[in-house]
């Protein structure tokens, strides 16, 4: 981003204090639709660099607006420098009937403060003390002011009405923006507003729980320059999945076989409603034709569980009812008529045989597979020979145990970077990894690393993982089918990935967090298609 705000100023000659001002006018109209301007009360604190300068700014404007502003310097002018000074200078000037401007550099001039100025309630308060430069934690008198913060929001929290929302300038002070992990005390926003594009910390969870609603701000920088910033992370948008659906709408000469072959291998004695949930998952996505093959003793209770659409094939199995390596060759020739499989969920990984099973359909398979859960543990540490490729890729779709499995660790700390665990395994095996969890991330064999913004905590639940297989797996094959050589595997996980997030949000909005199943996102992924494209949803009209 620095890089971005320089060229930004020196190829197109926009002045960087035009940048400072375009930000602060994106604050004021995010306070504005929070809290309203005209005849309210907001206070504005600032540091002495750059974002306490857009702070200041964006007092001014709101104070010309009608709001009556107060603000806090955590220093003084003369100590600041640049495009800061120049707004802190013009924020002091207003000092009088509907601005007040405080100089405040020690913790004895902050608690009086409290005491006698700021003893009053606000419509909103401006969080511009530290932006993208921090890299330590936040101590003193800067500590003490993110425990002010804190208070607010436990009066808040008890229904107070005279609390005030927070708003933070591009990133809530107290973070690094280039790590997901915290460093220390951090002020939590309800709404942050960052400029340009998100930073790690804004998107990166846990510290993204930190900024509320994120809202990016568009300040006058060429998208150009965003593009030849080369990134390797991404955040997934509407208008990728959107892009997917339309590519693989229905025609008027759509039918089965066009849409796509899935074959879920899954589920044992014992565990069949994994294979269900998979092969649910797959049929609801839109594919033409899922078969579900699983161990003959369990395929009874599975074909009972399977919506009526949805074909099993009973596979050979040990004396312990789980999958053996005598079914291959059965499980290969079923493959010929499959453009995907998809191998893992309730499969057990327990016995050498099965562990043998699992290796060699990933090593002779000659569609897209998708490996999910126990298919995961059977190749768990994963074998440095084994690789995925552009013409028959793999996808692995572990949770973070599963992703300590395949990289051969116990030690948590290991995924205390996401973003690079993933990105490194990927790159390492040539496979795509989905790496679950809260913001689950598409890690794509290139090194780039894609973001999932959709989602919530309730979909944390039984079998979520199992459904989230089958909708990847009916994505791939409606993907293979529908474009064959010209189908993109990473952005068909990418678009499935987002559109099971949202049909989870879906869920959530009809029956609410708490009681969420699985298969309640599995019933709202045909209202999640028709809301990003409506358009490709609704029958041609026929004709007269």
Known sequence: MRKIDLETTQRCGIPSLTLMENAAAAVARAVA???GVADQSILVLCGRGNNGGDGAATARLLALSGAKVDVVLFGRIKETKGDAQSNFEKARSLDGDVSRFFECASADEWHALQRN???QPYAAVIDALFGTGLTRPLEGLYSEVITYLGELRRVRD???PSCAPIISIDIPSGLNADSSQPIGVAAQADVTVTMTAPKPANVLPPAASYNGELIVADIGSPRELVQEAESRLFVSE??????WLIKTRYVSDSYKNSHGHVLVIAGSRGFTGAAALCGNAAMRSGAGLVTVGTPVSAQPLVAAQVMPEVMTASLAETDRGVVSDEALSHVLKLAERANVIAIGPGLSSEED?????VRAVVEQRQTPLVVDADGLNCLAPWPAGLRGSPDL?????PHPGEMLRLIGSNDKSALDDRVAAASEFSVAHEVIVVLK??????AAPDGRVFINPTGNPGLGTAGAGDTLTGVIAGFLAQAYATLKQEADALE?????????????DLAAEEIGMRTMVASDIREHLGAAICALDPEGEIPLPRSE
């Open 33 to 35: 639709e929070l809290a």
């Open 117 to 119: 100025e700021l003893a």
């Open 158 to 160: 008890e229904d107070t």
């Open 238 to 243: 509407e208008a990728d999945a959107r892009r």
């Open 353 to 357: 045989r099965t562990r043998a099973f």
């Open 393 to 397: 890729p793999v996808i692995l779709t």
């Open 437 to 442: 969890g809260t913001r689950p991330l598409v």
């Open 492 to 504: 068909t996980v990418i678009a499935a990935v987002y559109i099971s997030g949202v049909a989870g």
